[in-house]
Each structure stands twice: as C-alpha cells, then as structure tokens.
C-alpha cells in the first residue's frame, strides 16, 4: 500500500491539484475537507480517490463551477434550494450552513436540495450542527444501484443519511447506506476473486447472486439488477425496511425539493442529486445540559452491556470513525496504489511538488 | 380459525369489556380503536390480542387510569410531555394532537414523551399527520428484546418508527421495527416447530441461534440472548446500522424527553415507555399540491420499475397494509383461537354479549 501521507501534504497537494483543475480557491478547499475527512475515518471509498472523478465530472458539465445555489423557498425555519449544478460538498455546506443559521435563530432549521452533485460523507454535514450542541441530520440520494422489494431494476441510490446527536464525551453519530453494502465493497470482493454473500447483491432476473463480477457486469450494460436494501432479499429478513428506508430519502431529498429522484440522477445534462438537511435544538425539549447528560447515560448503558463470546467491545455509531481519524491525523493517510497513482500523475500534469510519501 | 368477526361487533365487545374493567369511556374507545387498526390491517400482533395484556398491567400498577399526561416543557413548535404512567394509547394520541396543532400554526411540531405505555402500531399515530397535508413522524421505545452489535444482551426494544407521506392517492407510509423480526414471529416458528433462519437472534452466549425456544427460553429466565437488529449480527449484512437505528429511535425518545431507555423500561413501579411525534408542512419547501405530485411521481416510479423474476408486484409502504384494511372492512377480522377465547372469556366475566362469530 505504500508508505501513509501526511494530512497537510496530502491536503496541499489536492487543493493544488483542484486549483490547476481551474475548482477555484474556495470550492478546491471545501471539496478537499470533506474527502480528506472520509480518507481520515477510514472510508477510502469516499476520500480523494474521488478527486479524479469530480475533474471528468467537471469535464462533462455534470459539476459547474461557476454556478452558485440559490434560495427558491425560504421561511423561518425551512428552505428550498437549488444547487444549480455545482460541487456537492460547496452546495452542501450552503445548505446545511442555512439550516444552522436558522436553527440558531428558530430552535429548528430544515433545507431540501435539488440539482446538486456528489457530496461525500454525510456525517461531515451533521456533524457540523454539533457544535453548536444541536441535533444534525443529513442525506442524498445517489446514482441509481439499489432494487426495491420484488423487483430487478436499480432504480434507488444505496441513498445514505446521517444523524449527528450531541453527548459529554461520546457524540452519536449515526451515517449509513440504506442498502446492505455499496458498490465499492462488490468492487473490492471481485478484486480478490471472492464470492459475494447470499443477499448482498441480484441478478439481471431479480435473484440472489454470488457473483460480483455478474453484478458489476450488468451496471457497466445498463441491465437489470443490483445492490440489495438492507435486509437483503424478499421479507424474510426485513428487506423491505431497507428499501422503505432509502425511498423515504429520495421521497425527503427530491420529493421536497422538486429534485430528482435517484433513478433519474446522472441522465442528460446535470447529475441532478438531491440532498436533504437538518438541525435541531435541544432547547425544544429542555434543558440543554440535562439532555446531554442523558443522551450519554443512554449511550454508555448500551455500550456497557455484555458483550457477545469472542468480542470484548461494543461501539456506539461514530465510534471507530473517531479512533481511526486519531490515528490518521498523526501517522498519516492510507491510500491504494490507484489513488496513489491517479494522485501522482495529476501532480504531474500540472507539474505540481508531489509528497515524498508517495514517491517511495 | 373460525369465523371472521365484523368490524362493529368486535369493537362494541373490546369496548364493553374495557369499560366493565373500569377502563373510562375514552380510553376504551382510543385503545380499542388503535388496536382495531392493527387488526385491520392484518398486524394482529398489535390487535385486541393485547387486550388481556393491558387489563394485567393496569392490575400490575404499569398502566394508571386516572393520570392524564401533563407538559413538562412547551415551545411554540415543540413540547416534552410526561404521560404519568396512562394508557398509551391515550397518551400517544395526546401528544400526537398536540404535535398536530403545534404544526397547523407553525408548520412544525415535534414532541417527546416520558413515562407511558405500550402505544400499539406507530403508523396509527403518523399517518393522523396525513388529513392535514402534513408528514407525519412516531417512533417509540419497548421492552428490552434486541442485542447491540458484538453484544449478547439484549437492552434494546424493537424500537420501531413509522414516517408517513401524502402523496395524490399512494400515501407511502413507513412504519418498521428496527430489530430484524420481532418477538411475535420467534413465538410462531416456535409454536410450528420450524427453526429460525440464521442472522434473527443470538443465544445466551451471543452466538446465532436457530432455535426459537432457546432465545424465547432465554428471555422468560432473564437470560442473554435476544433478536438481532435490522441486518443481523456482526456487520457483514449491516447489523451494525439496525442497531444504530434502534439506538437512535432510544436518543429521541428517551433521550429528548429524559425518559427510561428501553432497557430501564417495564422495570420497578411503571412501564416507563418513551415515545417521540413529529410533523411537517410541506408548505416549508414549497408549493404544497406541487409537491404532492412530486412525490406521488416518485412512489409511481419505483412501483412501476421491472419485477423480479417470480413476482408481478412492487408494493409501496402502507400498500399491503391499505389493501388488507379494506378486505377485513367488508369481510370481518380474522382472530387466532387463543384470541377469540380470551374474549370470550373476558366477555363472560362480565356478562357481555358475545358477537355470534365468536361462538362458532
């Protein structure tokens, strides 16, 4: 895998990289937080492996970059906006900066998002209501990869959300999938020659497969079938909640926005995602210290409970992604050798310094 | 089985005999209406089956009649409120109402309960939201039966939520346990003698088990061992994110309101349920009939995309329940034997009469 970068070196180098890509400064350095944020938490998959993919996007007119989001709606404590087209993480950080501003103000602050791009992690978005010890919420939908109860055809994003709620020491942080994996984790299986599990992934007839390649296959040829919603196939184990789940994202993010649902997302013109925000004060409910004090004691009772033969630790939501990024932040950031390399070719095509870290 | 009981006839029963126990004139009618409605709805674990049930925890002191809730904390778009120990049903459609009206003035009403009962199905109190154009949210707390990620005890209810959207005529209504299956379906396999798939509940050693009767067992000696989340154990089909939910429906509702979480519920003098209401304008984002149409387009679209193999079919959330209401509507409520002699049983006591469909 190669030596890990530092943060501020890897951090330099993409915002350079953005910057040569004519992102501008302000955009170059939003977008970069929010990937180096998932790289730093041990999610790759939504870290500066990305950054190629946002130029091609840019590239296609998918990500504009002279665009600004606009309010369509407004009230006191809700908005509607329109991200006309650029970044995701830039439209984003409007949206959920405008709930903030009106949870601040109104105790409560909600923002749809229509005709937006990629975002990134969610939780980089709820979290940002935490500090000002309030509740955040955050969601998309997504390129369509995920079938519904009883059909075959991917027409739901795998549609994740976020929910961010304060404690003394130990913040809950909820950001999840609604599907039972994403599409990364079917790429990485069929790297390695594994077989996928029963209820992961169908078929191009709507069955159970084992085979990755068979459904990465059929998304390269726009066939039928896809990721599974969690709980996996049929009802047996809850797969309708899992699709009842990621509809309710795409019924919050574009049904409230006049958006885009996911099956409609990346056709013609604009990627078109559709995100939805949220903030909550404390304050609606009580006193503020005495909340926190008990959503914590809520926290510890499950995280002390027994725990199951051959485990001696049960997380609570936020957890790991915390204990990983503390160690990032001083050892450095794992990268694979394509993103090491895609980094590496980038720097040089704008004759960029490039980190000794990934020179070696 | 034996024969299907007309809508009417049940009612007056339940009603009759809640009223003989005492229950009050209100009570009866809004605990046998929400019961009814599960019933209905072909949920008849949530149906007049509970009835013997609530008669013992009024006996045990869990439930009080005479307490009416009260509110302990009152904004102009939220409220906490303290149900005193009454009846859930009583107290969830209280607090709901209240949400409602918090709603119809502000356009947002959120309230977190404390202190109450087992409220029945939590789409009853959702979908109150819809006459009003409004997204309507309920979700509560339960009896400890579920086991945390990489634990073996089971501290965390079912913990159920239910969302509810209006569309033109598909009303998508969410209303989900968070666990993978609930108690009620381990007590069917078990009285079948059929074994339990593996990835629904662990044993007293936090392994899977597939035996129903050793987690039921577990459960009745206070045992480890319990029902998985939404997802099963470990995190390979995303177990880890049914729990998150689980514990999220707990923060809300526990949590806002400084109640007992679920594993400090049904322990001491009173049942100690935490519930959590919500409702939404849509008039926050938008042009409501706009909307309305957006999101029936939306629900439209994943119904109407390619079926499985096997099936002819996508339902829409609330579907199945919609089109079992108005059979039973027409055609009586079919109720298990164990049911329909607890009725009868309880209807003798009090010298009621007995609907003729229940004496063949």
């Given amino acids: 895998m190669g030596k890990p970068v530092a943060y501020e070196n890897l951090r330099r180098l993409c915002e350079e990289i953005l910057l040569s890509e004519n992102f501008g400064i302000e955009a170059a350095h939003e977008i970069v937080d929010v990937l180096l944020e998932a790289d730093l938490r041990g999610i790759p998959s939504h870290g500066v492996a990305r950054l190629g993919r946002y130029i091609k996007e840019r590239d296609s007119g998918n990500i504009l970059l002279d665009s600004k989001p606009s309010i369509v709606h407004d009230t006191p404590v809700s908005a509607t906006v329109d991200g006309n087209g650029g970044p995701g993480q830039c439209v984003s950080n409007y949206a959920m900066d405008l709930a903030i501003r009106k949870g601040k ?4 602050g909600l923002v ?6 990629h ?3 969610s939780a980089y978005y709820s979290e940002k209501a935490l500090s000002k010890k309030m509740i955040g919420i955050a969601m998309t939908n997504s390129y369509p990869l995920v079938v519904p109860t009883f059909g075959k055809e991917a027409v739901l994003g795998t549609n994740p959300f976020s929910v961010a709620i304060p404690g003394l020491k130990k913040n809950f942080i909820l950001d999840m999938a609604t599907s039972v994996v994403t599409r990364g984790k079917l790429e990485v299986y069929d ?3 594994r077989d996928i599990p029963n209820g992961w992934a169908v078929d191009e007839t709507g069955r159970n497969t084992t085979s990755p390649r068979r459904v990465l296959n059929n998304f390269n040829s726009r066939n ?4 599974l919603p969690l709980g996996g196939s049929e009802e047996d184990f809850g797969g309708h909640k899992g699709y009842g789940m990621a509809l309710l994202v795409d019924l ?6 006049l958006g885009r649902w996911s099956a409609e997302t990346y056709s013609g013109s604009q990627a078109g995602v559709s995100h939805f925000f949220g903030c909550f004060s404390l304050e609606l409910f009580g006193d503020r210290s005495s909340l926190i004090e008990h959503l914590e004691h809520i926290v510890d009772g499950v995280v002390s409970s027994k725990k199951a033969d051959g485990h001696n630790k049960i997380y609570y939501h936020g957890e790991k992604e915390a204990m990983a990024r503390e160690r990032a932040v001083t050892s450095g950031i794992d990268l694979d050798q394509k993103t090491r390399d895609s980094l590496v070719s980038l720097a040089k095509k704008h004759s960029l310094s490039i980190p000794v870290e990934l020179l070696d």
Avoid at 105 to 108: F, K, L, R, V, Y
Avoid at 224 to 227: A, E, H, L, Y
Avoid at 252 to 257: D, E, I, K, N, R
């Fill in 112 to 117: 749809s998002v229509r005709n937006s791009n």
């Fill in 191 to 193: 790297r390695l020659g």
């Fill in 224 to 227: 039928p079938g896809g990721i």
């Fill in 105 to 108: 103000e109104s105790m409560i």
């Fill in 119 to 121: 975002y990134g992690i």
């Fill in 252 to 257: 919050l993010s574009a049904g409230l926005s």
